[in-house]
Structures are given as C-alpha cells and as structure tokens.
C-alpha cells in the first residue's frame, strides 16, 4: 500500500507488497489442493449418482424392452400357430372335398360307363333288328319262327311245367326247318329231335289227377272207424238148478242162497286184456291230424317237392295204421288208396337248358353278321 509523506513522496508498505517468492507459494499449495478436491468430489459423486441411477434406468428399459419383445414373440408364435391350425383345418376340409369331388366323378364316370355299356348293346341290339328286318330271305323269317317257338318251348317247360306242349312246339319247329330243306341246319334239327326224346322220357305227372284224389280221400276221413276194444266173452260160472226132490231141500236151499247174493254182487272174469278208448275230443285230434298231412301232401304236389310228399303221405300211413281199425272195409280202402297215391311222383328233374337252343342263336348270329356285312358293302 503506498501512501505519501510530508516530502511528497511515496513510500510503499511492506506488508502490502506482492513478490513472487516461491517459498510463500509452497507454504499455500497443500491447503488449495485440499480446497480444490473439496470442489471436485460433490461433482464426481454427483456424476457417479447420476451414471448409477442412467445404468438402472438404462437396465429396466432394456428388461423392459425384453419383456415387450419377448410377449411380442410370444403373441406372434401363437397367432402363427393358430394361423396354422386353421390353415391345417383348412387343408383337411380342402381335401376332404376334394376327395368327395373324386368320388363323385369316379361314380359319374362308371355311370357314364354303364351307360355306354347299354348305349352299345342296344345299339348291338338295333341293328340286328335292322338287319333282320332288311333280309327279305324266306328262310330267315322260317329261322325267326324257329326261334320263337324254341323260346316258347322252354317257357311252358320252365315257367308252366307244361311238357307236352313244349314238345308239341319243338315238333312244329322241326317241321318248318324241314320246309327249308338246308343242310346246314341237320345240327339243328338233330339237336330238336334229341330236346323232343329227352321230354318225353321225363315221368309223366297229373297233379290235378292226384290233388283230387287227395281232396276226395280228406271228404271221407269222417267216415273212417277209429280203433276200439274188443271184450271177451266171461267165464260162465257153474249155477246150480233147484232140483225137485225133497230130500236135496238143504242143498236147494244153499243154491237159492247163492243165486240170491249173486244177483246183487256179479264178478266176471276175463283172460284178454282190454285197451282204453280214445275220448273224443281226442279223437277228433286224430281226424285233423290226418287232414293236416292230406293237406301238407297237396301242397307238395303243386310245388313239386317230392321230399315234402312222401313225409307228409307216410305221416298219413302211420296214423291209419297205429289208430283206426284196418278190418272195417272203408279204412282198409282208404289205407290202399293213401299207399297208391304215395307212390305218385310229384316233381321231374327238367333239363336246365335245350340243347337246340344255343345251336340255333349261333345260326341266327351268323346270319345277322352276313346280313350286316352286305348292308355295308351295299
């Protein structure tokens, strides 16, 4: 600090005056250092607090932003399964449809198959008709006749069971084969005349014939005597007559004492043993019975089951024989009669097909076929 004297002049203060010793700097350096580190540690801390507290924030931001992005993965692998669930269900249905189409398309096209099938055969059919009816050759029409009575030939045999007109039809067959006069029809004819020799070796059958005679025996089985007994006659005991001489009046008195108790008391002896009556309602089990096994046997008649006949006539055999009596004239008859009739026979192996008849469709083909060629080449 300077000030000024009475002289004027100016003095410095030595208190006042700054130098630059180094040995005053060294004495204050410990003590600004502490000041200054005083000054730096509430920063640092501070900056430490605040880096501390970014490092929280920071690591529950980045939790947080994995738990978003896991949950985001999580909703995301969920609707893409459910989306491939669907997508699968989709793809089922699909194929089930599909399938159902293909099967509906493989049925149309064996329908339309079937129908192509028919489609051709009557086509076949159409121009056979035409080709027949394009022949104008007499011996053609005579071969259609043919035809037709062969077929009607094997309907009374078959459907009718009516051989002898069956036979009378393959006969009128060979007659107009034999108005052609063509060679190359005699397998034809030989094939006839051998279906005409095997029907009539076939046993001839009546089943009306037969039924009315059934039919008539069943009306008389009222009639038939059911089987009694017979008693045999009683030993005759030995009966005193009262005789006339007084002097027998004590042996007269016995004989009248016997003949008095007798009267009231009568055993009789017999040496046959007797067999009980039918009652009737039994025997009118019996009656119907036998009815039943008529009835059964005129069935069998009609059908042709022989086997059917022949148990149902012999059930009727046995009953006459075990239960009516065979020594009275009507049953002995009616038993004849049943005996004749099961010896009937009521049904005939016939052929399962005429021999004449596939002989005379090859002709018929062949002849449609050289038809239908002259049609074409015309």
Known sequence: MTRKNNNNETTVDSNDVITDDPVVETENNPADKKKKKRNWALPIALLALLLVILLILSGWYFYKAHERLMAEQQATVTRLSSTLSSDKQSQNQQNSELQDLVEQVNQQLQQVQNENKLVSSDLQSLQRRVAETNVRQPNDWILSEVEYLVRLAGSKIWIESDVQTAISLLA????????????????LRAALLEDINSLGSLPKRDPDGVVLALSSLESRIDKLMVAGFKLSEPTQSETGEVSSD?????????KSWNSFV??????????????????????WYLKENLRGAIAKAEFAVYREQQDIYDLAMQKAVDILTGYYDLTDNTTDHFLKSIQRLSKQKVSVNYPEQLK?????????????KKSLASSSVK
Do not use: G
């Open 262 to 283: 007798e009267s009231f008391i009568v055993i009789n002896t017999r040496d046959v043993k007797v067999e009980a009556l039918l009652s009737p309602q039994q025997s």
């Open 246 to 254: 007084i002097k027998d009046w004590s042996e007269n008195l016995s």
């Open 172 to 187: 009128a067959a060979d007659q107009r084969l034999l108005v052609l006069s063509d060679p190359s029809l005699s397998p």
């Open 356 to 368: 004449s008849a596939p002989i005379l469709e090859r002709i018929m083909t062949q002849r449609v």
